[in-house]
């Protein structure tokens, strides 16, 4: 009989998903980076470079306290993601809208992170982690905080420009 797969199962799929994104998201942030043209969002793309390594590292952390070797999982959906940034390079090079769609594809990233580490923080919680549960949380904090940061680059700057 198959092994039951059950929460803490997931969980360990879920964060290897998580690790893959994040070590693809520093991957990509240097090239959104070279490709934008609003020094704020350059600046918002770098000063996240910085926030997400710390995030694998915090990823590090976790799997250390379920007592897993740090693994990463093909993330399909990071990668769709990432791939349609790709395309906004190619697409909107020299162009206006440029900036915008560089932050649209950012913010997508950020609510599928948010979404990731919302979802594992409560797992931890529910498994009994609780210091998982609050490495994840301070993450999930930071995902939030950049994400109303590009929410403010696009309204006072970057939309404005896009418009031509």
């Given at each position: 009989?198959?092994?039951?797969?059950?929460?803490?199962n997931?969980?360990?799929?879920?964060?290897?998903?998580?690790?893959?994104?994040?070590?693809?998201?520093?991957?990509?942030l240097?090239?959104l980076?070279?490709?934008?043209?609003?020094?704020?969002?350059k600046?918002?793309?770098?000063?996240?470079?910085?926030e997400?390594k710390?995030?694998?590292?915090?990823?590090?952390?976790?799997?250390k306290?379920?007592?897993?070797e740090?693994?990463?999982?093909?993330?399909?959906?990071?990668?769709?993601?990432?791939d349609?940034?790709?395309?906004?390079?190619?697409?909107?090079?020299?162009?206006?809208?440029l900036?915008?769609?560089?932050?649209?594809?950012a913010?997508?990233v950020?609510?599928?992170?948010?979404?990731?580490?919302?979802?594992?923080?409560?797992?931890?919680l529910?498994?009994?982690l609780?210091?998982?549960?609050?490495?994840?949380?301070?993450?999930?904090?930071?995902?939030?905080?950049?994400d109303?940061t590009?929410?403010?680059i696009?309204?006072?700057?970057?939309?404005?420009?896009?418009?031509?």
């Amino acid at each position: 009989m198959a092994d039951v797969k059950k929460l803490d199962n997931l969980f360990h799929d879920t964060l290897m998903d998580v690790y893959f994104a994040e070590q693809k998201i520093v991957e990509t942030l240097p090239k959104l980076y070279e490709a934008a043209k609003s020094v704020q969002l350059k600046d918002a793309f770098m000063k996240h470079l910085g926030e997400t390594k710390i995030h694998v590292e915090r990823l590090e952390q976790v799997f250390k306290i379920i007592g897993k070797e740090p693994k990463a999982k093909t993330c399909d959906a990071i990668l769709g993601i990432t791939d349609e940034g790709d395309e906004i390079m190619k697409e909107y090079a020299g162009s206006p809208a440029l900036d915008a769609g560089l932050l649209a594809a950012a913010q997508a990233v950020e609510h599928y992170e948010m979404a990731r580490y919302g979802t594992l923080r409560t797992w931890a919680l529910e498994l009994g982690l609780n210091d998982a549960a609050g490495l994840l949380q301070t993450t999930l904090d930071e995902e939030q905080a950049t994400d109303l940061t590009l929410t403010a680059i696009a309204t006072s700057v970057v939309n404005q420009k896009a418009e031509g």
